[in-house]
């Protein structure tokens, strides 16, 4: 099924050149465009941004590879061609660097309805890169991409609440915004809501929240949420102390790949076999 969506998605958006799309798995075309050469990378974004209803990360890997039809995606007003065209201006790759022209592109994809392009000419406004900084800018683009469901947005926004960047310091505020992003499914947003949770601050100590978002954080394959309620569970902060938890999580976070979570956990073991 899912080849047949995929050769029905490239044969609707016209002729494939010298490429015989029933000939090849999707995995084969992929590899065509990888190496560089084939005028076929825009069709694929096309169909990772269309057909699978995907965020626009991987669409953009496809649409980067060829300028010209960048602009005449955009130009047609498709969301990830505006925001690719946008990074190439950034970045000046391929093209000459030009601030301006990438926050015109980020706020075309952002005005489409992508919470991501928002964000993305929030930070390059927060940062000043190519163009001057505009804190106040920064925050509503963050706002409005929070809003619009992208959880980097709500994040972004909640360092500048939780810093007082271009505001008054608002910890309540970066809370209730970090918790927005959590429930997103973004887990840097978690393990930021459960550190303030946790520490003592105008919020106040409440370790059942700072072990409730560490644990989410966890489960969204954050490797300091599991470490962090690892300890929790290793001191009796929060928990009765319970070795064989903390062991369990320092372990989970070895497993995707975490040093300190090996290190802690082989610690843990030596003194705990």
């Not at 690892?230 to 102390?241: A, C, E, N, R, S």
Request: aromatic share 6%.
């Amino acid at each position: 099924m899912r080849f047949t969506v995929f050769a029905a998605v490239l044969s609707a958006l016209g002729s494939l050149s010298s490429l015989t799309v029933a000939a090849q798995e999707p995995g084969a075309i992929v590899a065509d465009c990888g190496a560089g050469a084939s005028p076929n990378c825009p069709r694929l974004g096309l169909y990772f941004n269309r057909a699978e209803g995907l965020t626009p990360l991987k669409a953009i890997s496809f649409y980067g590879r060829n300028l010209d039809s960048l602009r005449g995606e955009c130009d047609q007003s498709t969301v990830a061609a505006c925001t690719a065209l946008a990074q190439h201006y950034e970045k000046g790759d391929g093209v000459p660097q030009n601030g301006q022209t990438a926050s015109a592109l980020y706020q075309r994809g952002c005005d489409q309805g992508s919470g991501q392009a928002c964000g993305m000419r929030g930070e390059l406004h927060r940062r000043g890169a190519e163009v001057p900084i505009n804190l106040g800018l920064a925050a509503a683009l963050f706002r409005q991409s929070c809003s619009m469901g992208n959880g980097g947005g709500c994040q972004s926004l909640g360092q500048m609440q939780l810093n007082g960047e271009g505001m008054q310091p608002d910890i309540r505020a970066a809370v209730a915004t970090y918790a927005r992003g959590c429930e997103l499914g973004w887990a840097s947003n978690c393990l930021a809501a459960g550190q303030i949770f946790g520490a003592a601050n105008a919020v106040g100590i409440n370790y059942p929240l700072a072990g409730a978002n560490y644990r989410k954080a966890c489960e969204l394959l954050n490797t300091a949420g599991c470490i962090l309620l690892g300890q929790m569970y290793q001191t009796g902060l929060g928990y009765p102390v319970n070795i064989e938890a903390a062991r369990t999580l320092y372990r989970r976070a070895c497993d995707l790949g975490s040093t300190d979570g090996c290190n802690i956990w082989a610690g843990l073991h030596a003194s705990n076999p």
